[in-house]
């Protein structure tokens, strides 16, 4: 009996261990978003090594350990999943913006620039497992304060439960967090109206106009996924409720 205590505790100690760790079940992601992953993977490694790493501050101690740092065109991995990501941002729609100035056109042009200065400049891309064992869901923070470190963190779930376009959507998301000096202005979570310059609503223009113009890398089901998420984001993101124009702009 004693015995039997013995055992029966140890594996809920080992369960518990097993909860607590920084697995992830890749099943959840279909087969042809694995396809379209490991495509763009084969593309984006070394763009990502050589261009993405060196100018957007990746610190190897994040992400190493699992998260790709000798594995870089490992779709499995979550380096590989951030560059997809990036590279999303930056081929979906052509012609390009010319440089990291140029912020014309629709966002789904422009997201990449903005991206692109923003962590260039704050230099701390991080990721980890999660934000915290009671928030496990939370997909990536930003820290900006003038008298702390300041990084953009990317969470697990920001890995594996987004497909790219969400994910290129995220970064846009929290790099506005961070140049503009915003947190959400309405609640913790939410903004106040749809459209301003705030997180959601940037994020939401870049799915908006992801879904109507890009024409790079791009397919119908990656469209669906921005129509989704952006149809989502304007029904529950905003206090105010969206104008009659914005619910038909999909
Ligand atoms: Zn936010």
């Not at 079940?25 to 978003?33: A, K």
């Amino acid at each position: 009996m004693i015995k039997f205590q013995v055992l029966v505790l140890a594996m809920v100690y080992f369960n518990n261990l097993w909860a607590a760790s920084c697995k992830y079940n890749l099943y959840q992601i279909n087969s042809s978003e694995r396809a379209a992953e490991k495509y763009l993977s084969n593309k984006s490694c070394n763009k990502g090594i050589n261009y993405y790493w060196k100018k957007f501050g990746f610190p190897k101690k994040y992400w190493d350990e699992g998260f790709g740092f000798h594995d870089a065109c490992n779709w499995k991995k979550p380096l590989s999943r951030m560059f997809n990501a990036l590279f999303v941002l930056q081929y979906a729609y052509y012609p390009r913006a010319k440089n990291w100035d140029d912020l014309s056109g629709p966002s789904v042009k422009w997201a990449y620039p903005y991206v692109a200065r923003g962590l260039n400049r704050l230099d701390d891309t991080l990721a980890g497992c999660y934000k915290s064992s009671s928030k496990k869901n939370v997909i990536a923070t930003t820290q900006r304060h003038w008298y702390q470190d300041e990084w953009i963190k990317f969470w697990l779930p920001f890995f594996y439960t987004r497909n790219m376009v969400e994910r290129a959507a995220t970064i846009f998301h929290e790099v506005r967090h961070w140049r503009g000096n915003l947190s959400h202005n309405c609640g913790k979570s939410k903004d106040k109206h749809y459209p301003s310059k705030q997180p959601y609503a940037l994020q939401v223009d870049y799915l908006i106009t992801y879904y109507w113009h890009a024409n790079r890398y791009t397919s119908k089901v990656h469209k669906a996924f921005a129509k989704e998420l952006g149809k989502s984001y304007l029904g529950s993101k905003f206090c105010k409720s969206v104008a009659k124009w914005a619910e038909n702009v999909f």
